[in-house]
């Protein structure tokens, strides 16, 4: 019966083939009306597979329960005939492939129509061709039968593809597991450095801030200490005049114990039924013979002497007067103007400098200038008399001598 039902269809052509063949002539085919061998690849090609269930669903009313080359029997099955189902994938193909449609529309003849399918098979863009060809008007029986061989061997030809693209798939699934395995590693790695480096900036960090506050502290600290001392500044007004008179008393305190010893050695060395006879004018310590020397040109001459203790000063004065040279006084800048001292050293034939009772300024300008003037200059530690004595006997060098005598007054 169900031979009997397939051939039903074939009588029913043969019997209208003359009626209907001016018509097939200038219609395309529908799916129906293809050769049986058409429908197998036509559907396998054309449709793709996860659409095809999802229309077998749609026209059963259920899900599809049958596995994938059951719902394919099944299609082709039904695209022998018309109904539901081949209806809708004549429609679905009529959509999917519509611009390939319009392409082949152009070909008039049955040559024009193969020229076209070659040139989809050179492409590899057989799908929309191979439906286009099969349904054109001018598709004959030998055109159909050469397509139908051309997709076979187009197919057998995917299938080797796709294992070699399988081989490669799998070679590289492997190599990108082991290409991950490694940057998992890598990761790991530089996720270790990231956190060690992290660690490290946060303690450089620390100790930046711990430098930065301990500096502040100590500009805090400075800021006070200068605060204090503009205070103290404040507070004690002319402060650098008082130390130098402090220190300018103390050596005044250390001269008068030194003129009190000389006295008291004085009253010890003198006779006492001398006491009665007025003292003597003090007299300066010569060396043996009796003579001090002492250098004659001073005559008529300017001697400055720079330093030395205020209470000597008319001491000093007496012993260069003496000698018949004019004396010259400056303290080196304790109290007088040291602005003055060069003009002084200008005006001076010969300088005597007091180097223990001088500021520092002063002994180098007195140096200094006399070194640049060639201008004669005696050095003396010690402020005593005697001390000066010796100085001035230094510079009477191969000069004559003067009496004793001529010094007493």
């Known amino acids: 019966m169900c031979d009997k039902d397939q051939s039903l269809p074939v009588i029913s052509n043969c019997a209208h083939a003359g009626t209907e063949t001016a018509a097939l002539a200038s219609r395309r085919r529908r799916l129906w009306e293809l050769s049986h061998t058409c429908h197998c690849p036509l559907v396998g090609v054309g449709l793709p597979l996860g659409y095809l269930r999802k229309l077998v669903g749609k026209m059963t009313g259920g899900r599809v329960l049958a596995d994938d080359y059951e719902v394919h029997v099944g299609a082709v099955t039904e695209c022998g005939a018309r109904n539901r189902l081949s209806e809708a994938l004549q429609k679905e193909l009529e959509r999917r492939y519509a611009p390939v449609i319009l392409r082949f529309r152009g070909a008039k003849t049955t040559e024009q129509v193969a020229q076209l399918w070659r040139t989809a098979v050179a492409n590899g863009d057989v799908s929309g061709a191979f439906w286009a060809g099969l349904t054109h008007p001018r598709c004959d029986a030998e055109l159909e039968e050469q397509m139908c061989r051309d997709l076979h061997m187009i197919q057998h030809q995917a299938g080797a593809c796709v294992r070699a693209d399988m081989g490669k798939f799998t070679a590289l699934q492997e190599e990108n597991t082991r290409l991950t395995h490694e940057l998992a590693k890598l990761q790991q790695r530089s996720q270790a450095a990231l956190t060690e480096k992290t660690g490290e900036l946060e303690r450089q960090e620390a100790v ?19 605060f204090d001392l503009a205070q103290l500044q404040a507070a004690i007004p002319a402060l650098e005049s008082r130390t130098r008179l402090v220190e300018r008393l103390a050596q005044m305190d250390e001269r008068e114990k030194e003129l009190r010893q000389q006295i008291a050695e004085l009253k010890q060395a003198q006779p006492r039924q001398a006491a009665a006879v007025p003292p003597p004018a003090p007299k300066l310590e010569v060396p043996t013979g009796g003579k001090l020397k002492m250098p004659i040109r001073l005559v008529d001459q300017s001697v400055l002497c720079v330093g030395g203790r205020s209470g000597n000063v008319a001491t000093y004065r007496a012993l260069i007067e003496r ?45 200094d200038y006399c070194k640049r003037t060639g201008k004669r200059c005696v050095f003396i530690d010690n402020p005593s008399i005697s001390s000066l004595a010796r100085g001035l006997q230094e510079v009477s060098g191969e000069m004559d001598t003067t009496p004793l005598a001529a010094l007493q007054p």
Do not use: M, P
Not at 208 to 226: M, P, Y
């Open 208 to 226: 930046l801030l711990r430098t930065r506050a301990e500096s502040i502290g100590k500009d805090s600290v400075i800021d006070g200490l200068r």
């Open 323 to 367: 000698v018949g040279a004019q004396f010259a006084h400056h303290d080196g800048g304790l109290e007088d103007n040291a602005n003055l001292l060069d003009s002084s050293l200008a005006a001076a034939d010969l300088v005597i400098c007091q180097t223990g009772c001088i500021s520092h300024s002063a002994y180098w300008r007195v140096k």
